[in-house]
């Protein structure tokens, strides 16, 4: 495990068993869902036992994030969301924290992804003046071998970008 | 009214010296010039009024808060200079605010400035789960795969693009130190009466608004700390906390010290603000 802390932004790297198969078993996607999610190179995921809430939740402002990414992603990529679509439901914390949502990415998508999160936080977030509010991201990376890691950042949006990019080489190791 | 008479107005400051009828016909001027561009589906001209409509809010609002301020009416302009952010976030992705044109830069800044002389550092923040939301400007429920093409912040017939929650479920109540809803202050209550008591303490408010005299005078401050004499603090017990604030007991905390350090702020102003004017505990 792997972890970082700098002023103002954090970075942990860890191994995970939550990989591709693991979020398209979950109770709560029926087997249509699964056989159209299996074909995703990165999904959006949701949170699980907050509070004591029964049902997946995916923080506020998902709906504009997926749709930004099928906007520019390329044809050979693609992105679903693992959820039923009358399942779907956002959970507003209205703390000064942008908590985006969590991905599972295959690592071949993942220079791709990387490229479209960060120009999302920087259209999205930068470029209305909310250098202030911290941003939380969390992504699981699925490698070729099999294995996952969970790459959580938690800072200021204007630090995402570069400290991210370094991240691309951990797909290889 | 054209639309260039009303640039001009906006781009010279005489919003500050308008009446409340004036600004209502400005914006109706804005309103019927805007309808016309949308009869003929000119979305660029709709567009550009949408955003000289929001100008329009933003100078007319911090001139507001600016009279609520000198009126002592702390917690309500508060709340307008929440509105004032929002408006600028909303205006940013469609014209440049970070430029002195129109003084949004200006009105930026002294915003970010007066909050933060605020005493206000707790807030409610609101936990809720939004079951099912819809598009302002087509009616439509938001289906998360089949998306009705509106996007969120666009402008659609001078109209910005937003959600509507038609149903959620409030699940939790949080006091937080940033909140993502400024209003969200807590208040005391008489317990007599039930009545609001503000119990919050504008003394730095108090002293710069006495020497401003318009919204666009300009001005600043510097934070620093000072140490005051123990001698000050002597209603203070030994066991009561310290008035430095830390949470800590006074006789843990400053009192192993020379002195109490507390914030001190310095307030920057050009001179002829400061003419024949009291200064009262104000350091220049």
Request: net charge neutral; with cysteine.
């Amino acid at each position: 495990m792997k972890h970082e802390t700098y002023k103002e932004k954090e970075v942990q790297i860890e191994n995970t068993k939550e990989d591709f198969n693991y979020w398209l078993n979950r109770p709560y996607i029926s087997r249509n869902t699964k056989l159209n999610l299996e074909n995703a190179d990165i999904l959006i995921v949701p949170v699980e036992g907050i509070r004591d809430i029964e049902y997946p939740l995916f923080p506020v402002k998902t709906e504009e994030v997926f749709s930004y990414f099928r906007k520019n992603l390329d044809e050979k990529t693609t992105i679903d969301i693992c959820i039923e679509e009358k399942d779907y439901k956002e959970l507003a914390l209205h703390y000064d924290l942008i908590n985006i949502a969590t991905f599972i990415v295959s690592s071949v998508a993942l220079p791709i992804f990387i490229n479209i999160l960060s120009s999302y936080i920087d259209e999205k977030i930068k470029n209305v003046n909310d250098n202030d509010r911290a941003i939380r991201v969390k992504f699981i990376v699925q490698k070729k071998s099999g294995d996952s890691i969970k790459v959580s950042y938690e800072g200021k949006p204007e630090y995402f970008r570069d400290i991210i990019e370094s991240i691309k080489e951990i797909k290889e190791e | 009214m054209v639309i260039e008479e009303i640039e001009k107005i906006l781009h010279s400051l005489k919003i500050k010296d308008h009446s409340k009828d004036k600004i209502n016909e400005l914006f109706n001027s804005l309103k019927s010039i805007k309808a016309e561009y949308v009869g003929r589906n000119d979305q660029d001209g709709a567009k550009k009024i949408w955003c000289l409509e929001q100008i329009l809010k933003i100078q007319t609002d911090y001139v507001h808060a600016f009279n609520l301020l000198k009126t002592k009416k702390y917690y309500e302009a508060w709340k307008i200079f929440e509105q004032i952010e929002i408006n600028l976030n909303f205006l940013n992705p469609h014209f440049n605010t970070n430029n002195d044109e129109y003084f949004l830069k200006f009105i930026r800044t002294k915003v970010k400035k007066f909050q933060s002389l605020f005493p206000y550092k707790l807030f409610f923040s609101p936990e809720i789960i939004e079951h099912e939301k819809k598009c302002n400007i087509c009616g439509k429920i938001i289906s998360i795969r089949n998306p009705c093409g509106h996007e969120v912040g666009e402008i659609y017939n001078g109209e910005m693009c937003i959600r509507i929650v038609t149903k959620a479920e409030f699940i939790g109540i949080s006091l937080v130190e940033s909140p993502l809803q400024k209003y969200s202050v807590p208040f005391m209550s008489d317990p007599k009466t039930g009545k609001t008591v503000d119990h919050y303490n504008y003394s730095l408010l108090e002293n710069l608004l006495k020497i401003l005299k318009s919204p666009f005078d300009e001005w600043d401050y510097k934070k620093t700390q000072k140490m005051y004499p123990h001698s000050k603090f002597k209603h203070i017990g030994r066991n009561e906390k310290c008035p430095c604030g830390s949470g800590k007991k006074y006789k843990q905390c400053c009192l192993k010290r020379e002195g109490v350090t507390l914030p001190h702020y310095e307030f920057l102003l050009p001179e002829p603000l400061l003419k024949g004017r009291t200064i009262g505990d104000i350091i220049i």
